[in-house]
């Protein structure tokens, strides 16, 4: 089932591959109102071919499934396309497949996908217009795309608080870019933006740092820095007690040019 192909393997792979069950059982990631829109975008069109790009653990591509003939999760990390493999079957989903590559280089040809998807993994892109010309790249003339992510809050106090937490927890991150970021960004890619739509989103302590495996020391230095936060980054991020917090995730549904 997995299509892997030779390359230097990638930071981010290295990063996730003991973390990849993690992600599949995430409530975070299994859930929420943006899940919801990926399938109700994909219901009822009988789309023959889509993709999943950095499918992680899998839950965009088990939404899309019942409702396309076939969904390609691609993804950096091996034991992630295992972990997404063994739960697709365990679902009796038998039209994923998945694919082994970077965001950056997909092993795709051109307009060979009716619809791309992409959630929670842009940030973790080394080169984010890369990615994104190559999911322009990979979709059919007539296709749709929705990326979604975590954003960041235009003030550049509020955009460097939330960098500084998001690395020291895991050190394969790269940037959560602001909405304006994402609209050049995916200007540049040879994308038209259709829609934009962002909801704020609860992170659980606790399971936020164990799902990355968060060293100790550096969920010490997390909390160091909430403790020691200015009211402003307080108030926004909504950081209670037990270093819990809110952050921002937008979905932008775009077109090729």
């Not at 109102?33 to 965009?60: F, M, P, Q, T, Y």
Request: overall charge negative; glycine content about 6%.
């Amino acid at each position: 089932m997995v299509e892997a192909e030779k390359m230097t393997e990638p930071y981010a792979a290295k990063h996730y591959a003991a973390r990849a069950q993690d992600y599949v059982t995430s409530t975070v990631h299994s859930q929420g109102s943006d899940l919801n829109r990926v399938e109700s975008l994909v219901a009822g069109k009988e789309l023959r071919r889509v993709l999943d790009i950095g499918c992680g653990g899998g839950h965009v591509t088990y939404r899309l499934a019942p409702h396309v003939r076939e969904v390609v999760a691609c993804d950096v990390t091996g034991p992630m396309l295992d972990a997404v493999a063994q739960e697709a079957a365990r679902q009796g989903l038998s039209n994923v497949t998945t694919v082994q590559a970077p965001a950056e280089k997909l092993p795709f040809e051109d307009g060979s996908f009716d619809a791309v998807f992409c959630r929670f993994t842009t940030h973790h892109w080394s080169d984010a217009v890369a990615g994104l010309r190559e999911a322009r790249r990979v979709l059919a003339p007539s296709g749709m795309a929705l990326f979604i992510d975590v954003t960041a809050p235009p003030s550049a106090l509020l955009d460097s608080w939330l960098q500084s937490m998001e690395l020291l927890r895991d050190i394969s991150h790269i940037r959560d870019y602001t909405a304006a970021e994402w609209s050049a960004l995916l200007g540049q890619a040879g994308f038209v933006l259709q829609t934009v739509g962002t909801h704020r989103l609860r992170m659980d302590f606790e399971s936020w740092v164990a799902r990355t495996k968060t060293p100790p020391e550096r969920v010490v230095a997390i909390r160091s820095l909430q403790q020691a936060a200015p009211d402003d980054v307080t108030r926004y991020f909504g950081i209670e007690a037990n270093g819990s917090f809110i952050i921002d995730v937008s979905s932008f549904q775009v077109t090729p040019l």
